[in-house]
């Protein structure tokens, strides 16, 4: 399994900003996919995820609101559109993939895109 994440830029305060993560395969089917982001300094926090079966989805508290998480199965690609960006979101994001249930802990999951940064300036 292959993830390869992009779409980060540099954006102000109140911007938006769409992240693209593409899979190879039809790697989506029976997978849990999330996306996580890391600043300098600070542990890799959860952000986003959505089921493998019925496309729930799953927000951090802090981006509850502003950003939408979805899956092209026909593209194998997993998008994180980001609204109302806030310099707090300034981080480097990356997408991942675990079998089965969704999780917020990182270390669960098995397949990691390399990441795109994302900084918001106020």
């Known amino acids: 399994v292959q993830l390869q994440a992009s779409g980060g830029g540099l954006v102000q305060a109140g911007g938006s900003l769409r992240l693209s993560c593409a899979a190879s395969?039809?790697?989506?089917?029976?997978?849990?996919v999330s996306w996580f982001r890391q600043s300098p300094g600070k542990e890799r926090e959860f952000v986003a995820s959505?089921?493998?079966?019925?496309?729930?989805?799953y927000y951090a508290d802090s981006v509850k609101g502003r950003f939408t998480i979805s899956r092209d199965f026909a593209k194998s690609t997993l998008y994180l559109q980001m609204n109302s960006l806030k310099p707090e979101d300034t981080a480097v994001y990356s997408c991942?993939?675990?079998?089965?249930?969704?999780?917020?802990?990182?270390?669960?999951?098995?397949?990691w895109g390399q990441g795109t940064q994302v900084t918001v300036s106020s």
């Open positions: 991942a993939l675990k079998p089965g249930s969704i999780s917020y802990d990182p270390s669960e999951y098995l397949y």
């Open positions: 395969g039809d790697t989506f089917y029976g997978n849990a």
């Open positions: 959505i089921s493998r079966n019925r496309g729930n989805t």
